[in-house]
């Protein structure tokens, strides 16, 4: 079974600066998708970046980055310019793409405080 | 367009009743997932459907039962509810060839 960790449970920026919220995941597939999802204070799931695991190129949006190191099954998430609005729980997730209807495995989260 | 709709939003309900949250996916998507999201947790799997017939079980009681029905909607029955299932439930939905998951607001179930 894949599993997913983020080893920051807190993170704190400054307003503009930049942040790296970090995700390690283990799989044995050669093939999978990755996701970071925010969840702000109205607990909706928002989905801020994915990536497809066949791609060597980074996924970008924005002011939103990831480093995706398939190797060392990493994929962590930069943000830039950090915004009071960037307050929340980020999840990472993973889905295999084995089958329809593949389930989200999700991360414990990092709470991303912003400070003004 | 309009995104995943849950209903209701909000439930309060006595240990040992049962509760029916619903889930209406966004149009033309097949495939719907409910997860579950305890107080300070990341969601957790319960079960999937696609194309009315379930296609995924995750870590869900046997005291919860699931159907999607032929108009795609989605129903999550619960029974004999417990106070550990105060949680928050979503739906997300989304169409099989695709790998992205688009997630409802969510349903607030407190039980007392």
């Known amino acids: 079974a894949q599993t997913v960790t983020q080893s920051q449970p807190e993170m704190s920026v400054q307003e503009a600066e930049t942040v790296t919220l970090s995700c390690t995941y283990d799989?044995?597939?050669?093939?999978?998708?990755l996701f970071w999802y925010k969840q702000p204070p109205s607990r909706q799931m928002i989905l801020v970046i994915r990536?497809?695991?066949?791609?060597?190129q980074n996924a970008t949006e924005n002011r939103f980055s990831v480093n995706f190191q398939k190797a060392a099954k990493s994929f962590s998430l930069k943000i830039s310019d950090s915004q009071l609005g960037d307050a929340a729980m980020y999840f990472c997730?993973?889905?295999?793409?084995?089958?329809?209807?593949?389930?989200?495995?999700f991360g414990a989260g990092t709470i991303l405080r912003v400070k003004s | 367009a309009a995104g995943v709709i849950q209903s209701p939003r909000h439930l309060i309900k006595e240990k040992r009743e049962t509760a029916t949250l619903k889930c209406y996916p966004i149009?033309?998507?097949?495939?719907v997932y409910w997860y579950q999201q305890g107080p300070g947790q990341d969601p957790q799997f319960l079960i999937s459907?696609?194309?009315?017939?379930?296609?995924d079980k995750g870590s869900i009681p046997d005291r919860f039962s699931a159907q999607q029905f032929s108009d795609y909607h989605s129903e999550l029955n619960m029974s004999s509810l417990e106070l550990g299932d105060s949680a928050l439930y979503f739906c997300?939905?989304?169409?099989?060839?695709?790998?992205?998951?688009?997630f409802g607001p969510g349903t607030r179930l407190t039980v007392l």
């Open positions: 997300a939905s989304s169409r099989a060839s695709d790998n992205e998951q688009f």
């Open positions: 799989t044995s597939e050669s093939d999978y998708y």
């Open positions: 990536q497809e695991a066949y791609k060597q």
């Open positions: 997730a993973y889905r295999s793409v084995l089958e329809y209807g593949n389930k989200l495995v």
């Open positions: 149009s033309r998507h097949d495939t």
């Open positions: 459907f696609y194309e009315k017939m379930q296609s």
